[in-house]
């Protein structure tokens, strides 16, 4: 553990709290007019996954855990979790569906991700920022329209729904921002 001051924490940091390993899941550093600035963290407890809001001071000191991080394989995901394999020993582990959270859409086979882990279990995920999907459904391209005109709406293979440029029809694969589903170009296949 190492003493890190509260206003540096991140989200997917680890901090004991109580004698309690916690995730945190939220940080905002909030500077009041009057007063003295705090960082309000949203933490998930390791082991029952119950949610805990904390304040601390800016400058207070916090118990911040080593995370090793490296990276794994997506392999598939079935009733227990997702499960990655280690790139380097190809020890395989199981990660629990509220660490991977948003990214779960977004998953494919063979994926190379970066997973952190504190002893045996990972506790956050980070997923490349851009994946190439595949439109499955759109409104059909009317003749006239140009590519400046408003987006349309589109249901990606991965289930998402996104905005489109007009030109852009069922069946094309499209790279798409892995945040927040948004179109980037099509993929040149």
């Known amino acids: 553990m190492v ?36 960082t309000q ?29 490296r990276d794994y394989q997506y392999l598939y995901q079935d009733g227990d979790g997702f499960h990655f394999m280690n790139q380097e020993n190809f020890d395989q582990i199981q990660v629990q569906a509220d660490v991977v959270g948003d990214a779960a859409p977004y998953l494919q086979e063979n994926m190379i ?33 140009t590519a400046s005109s408003s987006y349309k709406p589109a249901i990606l293979s991965n289930g998402v729904r996104t905005t489109v440029p007009p030109h852009i029809a069922a069946g094309t694969r499209i790279w798409v921002m892995t945040a927040d589903g948004a179109y980037i170009e099509r993929a040149k296949d």
């Open 3 to 38: 003493k890190v001051i509260a206003s540096s924490l991140r989200k997917g940091n680890v901090v004991e709290m109580d004698g309690k390993l916690h995730t945190v899941i939220a940080a905002e550093n909030i500077h009041p007019g009057k007063g003295t600035p705090v």
């Open 41 to 69: 963290l949203d933490m998930r407890r390791m082991g029952d996954g119950n949610k805990v809001s904390v304040r601390f001071r800016t400058t207070e000191s916090v118990e911040k855990a080593e995370l090793d991080t």
């Open 113 to 145: 991700v970066q997973l952190s882990v504190f002893g045996e279990n990972a506790v956050a995920i980070e997923i490349p920022q851009k994946v190439i999907l595949e439109i499955v459904e759109t409104e059909p391209t009317t003749k006239g329209q």
